[in-house]
């Protein structure tokens, strides 16, 4: 995994390029939780599934087919002002698609684990990108080894490889905002 804090952030990055009818704060938290939530699997260790499988950790929920329908779970159930398939739904769906999928995508990034299972349950193959573009350095799974050097190597990697990127999309965002006012 990347740090929680990391897939967070990259969701607040995807949300300035979006326009909304919602509040931002609203649109950005569920931006956020569909950026962090493909780690929940991380439970699977406790009830002993073992990591390359399509339950477990960067299995299932990893994949673009989770993005897919978790996006249009949320969009139904916590964006009712949108009318379904209208042209704000969609928007919102793809922001929410963009910020599961992100999750799944940074991790192919990292430096160690096991891939990620982007085709399942098509294909349990596990991905990770070529190795010249695995810059994130691991993170640990617990948060008990994320204190110390292990964790400060984490963030000094991301703060450079992907929230330096995200701010740049961030200003991007908010100029194009302006532009359209
Ligand atoms: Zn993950």
Do not use: Q
């Not at 740090?3 to 931006?31: E, I, N």
């Not at 292990?150 to 302006?178: D, Q, T, Y």
């Amino acid at each position: 995994m990347a740090s929680a804090f990391t897939h967070a952030f990259s969701a607040l990055a995807l949300g300035s390029l979006f326009k909304t009818t919602y509040s931002k704060w609203y649109y950005w938290m569920w931006g956020m939780i569909c950026a962090v939530l493909p780690d929940a699997d991380v439970l699977a260790f406790r009830y002993g599934i073992p990591y390359d499988h399509v339950l477990g950790h960067r299995g299932i929920t990893h994949s673009f087919f989770f993005a897919v329908f978790f996006a249009a779970f949320v969009a139904i159930l916590f964006f009712r002002k949108n009318t379904i398939f209208s042209s704000s739904w969609w928007r919102t769906w793809f922001y929410l698609f963009l910020c599961t999928a992100s999750h799944g995508i940074l991790d192919a990034l990292t430096t160690g684990g096991l891939g990620v299972a982007f085709f399942a349950p098509f294909d349990n193959s596990r991905y990770f990108f070529p190795d010249e573009y695995r810059r994130l350095v691991v993170s640990p799974i617990g948060v008990k080894h994320f204190f110390g050097a292990w964790g400060v190597r984490v963030l000094k990697s991301e703060f450079l490889w992907v929230w330096i990127p995200c701010l740049v999309i961030m200003v991007v965002g908010f100029v194009k905002a302006r532009l359209s006012r």
